[in-house]
């Protein structure tokens, strides 16, 4: 899955902001005193091997600190190559497979269901409600797909957000990390008694259903139109190829517009999500995040991570929708010529 280094980008520069440190724990003098004592070892803490900006303090070698800040998608990608590995940029891909298959296997289907009956109930009783069907199924839809995967998402993004210091250290996987949220239940006195540690797995779900309904009810309403319109060009004449064309430019077109505007609920979202002190995980809400961020960021800081999810948003909606149309077509093509 390529386009799961998209996430990448997006979710680094939303957790920078969150206040997430990608420098070395031990990069500052008090921390390093603390860990090697008064009578400091060698040590290396540059950001990269081949980091030639590093300066000795003492018998230590560690890098300034911009080395450890992220300016920009690019730089997201020329930091982790250098400093982790290119192979970190698909770190999650399996959380993301996990992810892909159940909720697209939930999300499509019900789409269409719920089109189907809402079209048809509304053609009978309220026809100027009909072209709003999309938009209420496709929030629907999203809303049943994204709670029930939701703990899957909640491990990519936790995967994602984190560097891992320790070289040569295998990072932990979606199981591990999902261990590793429910454990911060139990060691935390004030909540084991009342809470159950599961309920952690589902932190963040309110902000995840503000981001995600409004993202489909404002991709389907104007995909359909738009896909509608495309394949009225060509008529009785559509095969295969058209419907597959159709279906992507709208898909790109629906996925683009649709990210934009809830890009300040993917920060939201990606900050809930991150938040490691559970008592505050639990009582913050999306509208408080919205806040939180925008104190501390203004309008910039809602929009943190904007251009690679619009990049990555666009393309995935118009491969899913194409190639899920393009399979119902050619079934539906081999049942007629067989009947």
Request: proline share 6%; net charge positive; with cysteine.
């Amino acid at each position: 899955m390529s386009k799961e280094v998209f996430y990448y980008p997006r979710t680094r520069l939303q957790a920078q902001a969150a206040g997430v440190p990608y420098s070395h724990p031990l990069s500052n003098f008090t921390s390093r005193m603390a860990f090697f004592g008064p009578n400091m070892m060698f040590a290396d803490l540059r950001c990269s091997p081949s980091c030639t900006r590093a300066g000795i303090q003492g018998t230590v070698s560690i890098c300034p600190p911009d080395c450890f800040q992220y300016k920009g998608t690019l730089d997201v990608f020329y930091k982790i190559i250098r400093q982790e590995g290119i192979s970190r940029l698909w770190r999650g891909t399996n959380a993301g497979l996990a992810l892909a298959v159940p909720t697209v296997g939930i999300y499509l289907p019900c789409y269409d269901i719920f089109r189907n009956q809402l079209e048809a109930f509304t053609a009978e009783n309220a026809p100027s409600m009909t072209a709003y069907a999309p938009l209420v199924a496709g929030a629907l839809a999203r809303s049943l797909a994204c709670t029930t995967c939701y703990p899957i998402e909640l491990a990519r993004t936790r995967m994602q957000a984190f560097k891992e210091f320790q070289r040569g250290k295998k990072p932990p996987g979606v199981w591990k990390t999902l261990i590793e949220v429910v454990s911060h239940v139990k060691s935390t006195s004030n909540l084991q008694n009342n809470l159950p540690s599961y309920r952690l797995l589902w932190t963040g779900l309110g902000a995840q259903l503000a981001r995600d309904v409004p993202f489909s009810a404002i991709c389907w309403s104007t995909l359909e139109p738009v896909r509608r319109r495309l394949l009225s060009v060509t008529g009785d004449e559509s095969n295969a190829v058209t419907v597959l064309g159709a279906n992507f430019s709208a898909g790109f077109v629906a996925g683009s517009l649709a990210a934009a505007a809830t890009c300040p609920l993917d920060v939201a979202k990606t900050r809930r999500q991150i938040e490691k002190d559970p008592v505050r995980a639990l009582r913050m809400t999306t509208r408080q995040t919205l806040m939180e961020i925008w104190r501390d960021g203004g309008m910039r800081g809602l929009f943190t991570g904007a251009g690679p999810r619009v990049g990555r948003a666009g393309p995935s909606v118009g491969i899913v929708v194409s190639f899920y149309e393009v399979v119902k077509y050619v079934l539906h093509h081999s049942y007629a010529t067989s009947s």
